[in-house]
């Protein structure tokens, strides 16, 4: 019988126990020095300014939209076809989540829907935009950033799926997902599913120096003990002031050094996911129930390699039956009970609800081995050949 093949997978080497390891027996488990080399390293990695290590994705939206002010009168779109954090965030701060529909081929926001959803509604209304590079297809901010300007939005990139994702601007420049050069701030996940894994963890990128200060802040409690802040006059040694109302948002320090140790080889993992995608791509690019799929991309950091196919659910049980276990990303968003108390209602966004009808995420991890992926396939050759 086939050992069980998820649709997603980390890899921990021995490397990375030495590493967890040595953290386990230095100093500091917390609050130490791993935090600050990771920070670096990742923000070197995506070539952005600034880098905040916090305690997972879902944090990372949340300090990001606190950043940015979100209150109660903000108006803040996304899209339906993400992780429910994407929107969350917009909620805790108690701002109000709107939905733009997809592009059919890119599988992200549509960035003329988005375009027509703020013509639509009066001057100011909207604050800010945060669009995902879902499955890891590099999102066109450049675009975003000009729609953005043009309306005086901020941007929250949500690239949990795109770390090494990149698109090319008209200059013939590498842009890399979370560079912080159009969005005002860009946030990762390293849940164990992602290309790093911290078991859970999180990273905010930036450019600006101003929000990446409060993110500090934000991240402990809203507290500082650096002498230069100081709001009142120093009292000693000890003394530390909570200056806002903020979280422990913190990543230990052990989790620092797996997802430090992780990095190092992120580039060798994107090269198998690369060439994992190019080899589904070729099995189904002329297959007849194929209705679309995640194709080849210049870019593309493939966190999911996604088909749409008729029969949908009768396929993802017969995998399962061959021991494969798939996956769908997503749900619309926008048809979960919670948001559906806010008004929104199926058929709201057909586009995203015709994709969901037919989604399916197929096993895409580095150490998918070529006959696991070949008995993937064949399977579902088999299943649409019966
Ligand atoms: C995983 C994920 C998140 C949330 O990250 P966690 O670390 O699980 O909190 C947010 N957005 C997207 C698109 C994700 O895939």
Redesign the pocket.
């Known amino acids: 019988m086939q050992q069980p093949i998820p649709y997603g997978k980390q890899h921990i080497t021995e490397k990375d126990l030495e590493a967890v390891n040595e953290t386990l027996l230095s100093d500091f488990l917390t609050q130490g020095p791993k935090i600050a080399e990771f920070e670096k390293a990742f923000a070197a990695y995506t070539e952005a300014k600034f880098a905040v290590a916090v305690s997972?994705?879902?944090?990372a939206?949340h300090l990001c939209a606190m950043a940015l002010e979100t209150q109660e009168k903000c108006n803040v779109i996304t899209t339906p076809i993400?992780?429910a954090?994407?929107a969350n965030c917009i909620r805790y701060c108690g701002g109000n989540v709107y939905f733009a529909d997809i592009h059919p081929e890119a599988y992200t926001l549509d960035i003329n829907k988005v375009e027509a959803l703020i013509q639509s509604k009066p001057e100011g209304f909207f604050s800010g935009i945060i669009p995902?590079d879902?499955a890891g297809y590099p999102v066109d901010l450049r675009a975003f950033r000009k729609l953005a300007d043009d309306y005086g939005l901020w941007i929250i990139e949500?690239a949990?799926?795109a770390p090494g994702g990149f698109f090319v601007n008209p200059d013939g420049q590498k842009q890399l997902c979370g560079n912080g050069r159009y969005a005002n701030l860009a946030?990762f996940?390293?849940?164990p599913v992602?290309h790093i894994a911290c078991g859970?963890?999180?990273m905010i990128t930036t450019n600006n120096e101003m929000l990446y200060q409060k993110l500090l802040l934000l991240r402990t409690h809203g507290i500082t003990k650096d002498p230069t802040l100081l709001q009142e006059s120093n009292h000693g040694g000890w003394y530390y002031e909570m200056q806002t109302l903020g979280y422990n948002y913190r990543l230990t320090d052990f989790q620092a050094a797996l997802g430090l140790s992780q990095l190092n080889r992120v580039d060798e993992g994107l090269v198998s996911r690369k060439e994992i995608a190019r080899n589904y791509y070729e099995a189904f690019k002329d297959q007849n129930f194929i209705k679309g799929q995640s194709g080849i991309v210049d870019g593309h950091a493939y966190h999911l390699y996604v088909i749409e196919v008729e029969k949908r659910k009768e396929l993802y049980d017969y995998l399962r039956s061959k021991n494969i276990f798939c996956q769908v990303h997503y749900i619309p968003v926008h048809q979960m009970p919670y948001y559906k108390k806010m008004g929104y209602k199926s058929g709201d966004f057909p586009l995203a609800e015709q994709y969901y009808a037919r989604c399916l995420s197929l096993p895409m991890y580095p150490t998918l081995t070529a006959e696991e992926q070949e008995y993937v396939i064949k399977s579902v050759f088999d299943f649409y050949s019966a």
């Not at 997972?56 to 944090?59: E, K, M, P």
């Open positions: 997972n994705g879902t944090a939206l993400t992780f954090a994407s995902v879902f949500d949990c799926h946030i996940s390293f849940h992602k859970e963890g999180g």
